[in-house]
């Protein structure tokens, strides 16, 4: 297979038989898979599964009912499934042309590039399709703080956020790669080093639907790349900073109001963990919840994992201030320092750790020049 063209779709009904008609047009004499990734609510599968029954261009469908890691998720997924030498990732809004797949095939195979960005910032590409002033200002802004950002890695593009890209599957190491966030490109770009080559994108209007961008979206860019630059670690690190001011202004205010200091520093502790826990599922590790354990076997691993700790350093405060003159206050705050490394290892690597549990793809359907296509439910790991 030369060629795996990977759609992630979210309600994209009304857009599927044309696209699938323009990629089947656009490749001709090229061998070419379209996987369709989709996570939608609506009755996208059942009109991916239609279509492809009515073309000759094999047409697979990996439907996901327990989505991880959004948007970037569903490309890990399909780049993971894929079959072809060359893969290359588009939105299924029909804003990215189709017409555009052959010649980032051919940049690729002419330049040994491992990755081909079609970007709307080189001659002949446009982002006229983006709604608004407003929201072109905001792109080409967001452009240069994540370029600057990375000045080394993204040197080779001008649009590393563009979601219209080609990679060689034999360059990317998909284990390396941390999906979080909706800029699948950018993830992959600033995690490894690699031979980079553009063609032009014109960005079209959407066909139908409704756009995905909005706050939320580029909240989520902002985080995405704060755990690219500093990594994840350092979002724990301030919860946990967090945390410790909370547990020594507890157990400061606790012993003024004359509790002792070590019934003080227990109700600190169950007060700060239960605390640093929330916010780590809010903020931390929101993107590996869904592939964990449940959210209750978290909460009683962070319990069970935290409290064992706490009364560790409980019990050497006690040993510390009863045998120095140290006051306790300072004690507890080189404890909870020493701490900190072990428990973000243990969050990480135990409580949200991935399960490596078969995804099913739902339905593979294979485009052929008949009536109805066969229809067949296959595992694989994602």
């Not at 706490?310 to 320092?337: C, N, P, Y």
Request: charged share 20%; glycine share 10%.
């Amino acid at each position: 297979m030369e060629l795996s063209v990977v759609i992630p779709t979210y309600n994209e009904a009304p857009n599927v038989a044309e696209l699938v008609e323009r990629i089947e047009k656009a490749t001709l004499g090229i061998d070419t898979e379209i996987l369709f990734v989709d996570d939608s609510t609506d009755d996208t599968p059942d009109v991916v599964t239609r279509v492809a029954g009515e073309h000759a261009i094999p047409v697979r469908l990996l439907h996901r009912d327990a989505p991880v890691g959004g948007l970037s998720g569903a490309v890990i997924a399909g780049l993971r499934a894929a079959e072809g030498e060359w893969a290359v990732v588009m939105d299924g809004d029909l804003q990215h042309r189709p017409e555009t797949l052959p010649s980032v095939l051919a940049k690729g195979r002419e330049t040994g590039a491992d990755v081909v960005v079609a970007s709307r910032h080189v001659d002949g590409g446009s982002s006229d399709g983006l709604s608004g002033g407003v929201r072109r200002a905001v792109s080409q802004l967001s452009i240069k703080v994540t370029k600057a950002l990375f000045p080394t890695r993204l040197h080779g593009t001008t649009d590393p956020m563009s979601g219209f890209f080609g990679i060689h599957r034999g360059s990317v190491q998909l284990d390396g790669l941390h999906p979080r966030g909706f800029k699948i490109l950018l993830e992959i770009l600033a995690r490894q080093d690699f031979t980079v080559a553009e063609v032009p994108l014109v960005f079209d209007a959407r066909l139908a639907g409704t756009s995905k961008a909005d706050m939320k979206q580029g909240i989520a860019l902002g985080r995405q790349l704060f755990d690219l630059k500093f990594g994840r670690i350092s979002g724990f690190a301030a919860i946990g900073a967090l945390g410790a001011v909370a547990n020594l202004l507890i157990l400061w205010g606790l012993q003024k109001f004359g509790v002792g200091y070590l019934a003080a520093a227990c109700v600190a502790a169950v007060l700060t963990i239960i605390g640093n826990f929330l916010l780590q599922e809010r903020f931390i590790f929101d993107d590996l919840r869904a592939g964990a354990r449940s959210v209750w076997k978290r909460w009683w691993h962070t319990f069970a994992f935290n409290g064992t700790e706490s009364a560790i350093r409980t019990f050497a405060l006690w040993v510390i201030v009863e045998t120095t003159s140290l006051h306790s206050v300072l004690v507890q705050a080189g404890l909870i320092a020493i701490g900190f490394t072990l428990r973000f290892l243990y969050q990480s690597r135990v409580v949200y750790k991935q399960h490596e549990k078969p995804v099913t793809i739902d339905d593979i359907v294979e485009g052929a020049p008949t009536e109805t296509a066969p229809t067949t439910t296959t595992p694989a790991s994602v």
